[in-house]
């Protein structure tokens, strides 16, 4: 007989049946400073980070957004997770942290347990390849709160930086190049705008192919996992490649997140044209019909993440960008005036 | 002219509206390890942890549940944050911890600012009584995802134990006292199952009140705050009264998380009747015609954590509740046996 709390829509039985697989998915989201055990009231990670002078903990909160709908409209559940440890170790690595340990929730209406594997695979995968490890996480059955098939995707990072290598911009000055390094995608932002354009007025489908587009369908154009540029960091750290600001470009593009890492009295210039903005976003601009200030402003437009660096590091940083097969460009550069992203 | 962005559900420029008390409101939300400003990045937060030997990290994640749909109808926001707030610190605090900062996110289809304000107003009281830090957050502004005026609300807690001091239960043994804390209500459980029983079944409205009940509305019951129990623990501490396991009550009662902090070979058994089950689960159980077993599977039944403690510690534990006017009860006894909770 159905007990009443799962007539009423959670299901006790079926939150423990879909973690089953939890700790074979976990194995390789781990790292050594990991104690404990999966199921405890919360994850431990031993706090001792040798040759750090005075350590500071660096941490965000994030989702994925309206992405999650092309993932449940094309029925792959295995890329979000990836998007999310990305983002999260982005928006730490920009101030100079190695991303330590992950928290994942995931909030739904009914549990699906492939749907429910899909997503950890890929936090999983994803926590391997950025060796972070995943040390805690919560799914809510919430009946009423969310439609058939969707979810909330939200994770923590926490990092550590040694405190005189904190990355805040402050060294940022006017003469600065600004080297812009390729996006995959969309990464996590715009999603509903990229959705109205090409699903609702474009009338596309997740699976259409349009041939300005390519090979692949749109629905996979939308689902390429936001590019962690972490490594890349922690490359030209180990080189001693000095950099004086690095924004990680999502909500609000140039315009909202580089101004977040600009000291006072100093602005960036961006050369249209220093780069290829690539089709997809020439072609959401082009049906959406959306002006060029506004696109900016929702979409990253093929630059992922922006590096505000002296002189003498530029032409290192494209080199070893190159060698890192990333996509790496000289956009811009940083100027007097006010603390803002313009567009020249 | 209404941007496209706009359009399609996403409001920037609300966005920033919506945050422009949050640094009056988080005033009271910080610690003197913080660093950096509000709107960087990652949130910054100093590991220097004196006085411990090995220093461990504590993390929890979750979310609020069902309960907001009650905010939702009360259209009274401020205590949900409030009950993320407390219900992360005992998570952590079973193990030990003291917490240390927070991160939050509210994912949402249209941003209200009053209900934005309310939700923030509840996490920085919470986190000013526990002193905690409110480090970080994202609101995610989802169109389609989130019905009208519905939002989730999760965050992440981040608290610090040496290493030796961290309880996981192994001290837990055959005779040992249990010892229940009292609920303020149902805390952030079973809220799915009792708007049914309440709303659906018994046709009630939030602000309906029930001789039974007494005085206060039906949603103004289900809206108290989930009780933070970690001062409490600390006072333990502080005077050297052993404690051998602690469990919080959550989602899944005594049978879900009595045995996370359980070693093997041990068993507790809660005797009915040493306390008194509060009026409001009374009330569901004969209004759903639930068992008693559903109820103390679903609901905490107004015990809202467990205590399990040497004989010598358990009457100096009741004598410093009832200083701390807490509830607390003798509820029960660790026996030998399978690892689990036997109601007797």
């Known amino acids: ?83 999310l440890i990305n983002h999260c170790c982005n928006d730490i690595a920009v101030m100079g942290a190695e991303p330590l340990f992950f928290l994942d929730y995931i909030g739904t ?28 996480g919560e799914t809510a059955q919430m009946p009423g709160f969310y439609g058939p098939g969707d979810y909330d995707l939200v994770g923590t990072i926490v990092g550590v930086v040694d405190r005189k290598q904190i990355l805040d911009g402050s060294r940022v000055r006017a003469g600065d190049v600004v080297i812009g390094l390729a996006s995959t995608g969309l990464h ?15 009338k596309l489908k997740a699976r259409s192919k349009v041939p300005e ?28 490649i000095e950099v004086h600001g690095v924004s990680h470009i999502t ?7 580089v101004p977040r890492v600009l000291p006072r009295g100093v602005g960036i210039q961006i050369k249209r044209g220093s780069w290829k903005v690539p089709p997809i976003f020439q072609f959401i601009q082009k049906r959406g019909k959306i002006s060029e200030a506004e696109m900016f402003r929702v979409f990253n437009m093929g630059i992922g993440m922006v590096l505000m660096v002296p002189r003498r590091s530029a032409d290192r940083i494209l080199k070893e960008a190159k060698k890192a097969k990333l996509g790496a460009f000289e956009i811009g550069r940083v100027v007097r005036g006010e603390s803002k992203a313009t567009l020249i």
């Open 188 to 202: 996590t932002n715009g999603y509903s705008l990229a959705r109205k354009v090409l699903f609702d007025q474009a």
């Open 213 to 240: 587009l390519g090979r692949e369908s749109v629905g996979n154009l939308l689902l390429k996992v936001h590019r962690n540029y972490t490594p890349f960091l922690k490359k030209l750290r180990s080189k001693k």
């Open 109 to 136: 209406g009914k549990l699906e347990k492939p749907v429910f594997d899909g997503i950890v695979r890929g936090l999983a995968q994803a926590c391997g390849e950025a060796n972070v490890a995943l040390v805690g």
């Open 251 to 257: 909500g609000g593009g140039f315009e909202e997140n």
């Open 1 to 83: 007989m159905p007990s009443a709390y799962s007539k009423s829509g959670v299901n006790l039985k079926l939150a423990h049946s879909v973690k089953s697989n939890l700790p074979a998915l976990l194995r390789k989201a781990s790292r050594p400073e990991v104690l404990g055990k999966i199921g405890a009231f919360g994850g431990l990670f031993r706090a001792t980070f040798k040759g750090m002078k005075d350590p500071v903990l660096v941490s965000s909160m994030d989702g994925v957004g309206t992405k999650l709908r092309v993932a449940v409209e094309m029925g792959r559940h295995d890329t979000v997770g990836q998007d």
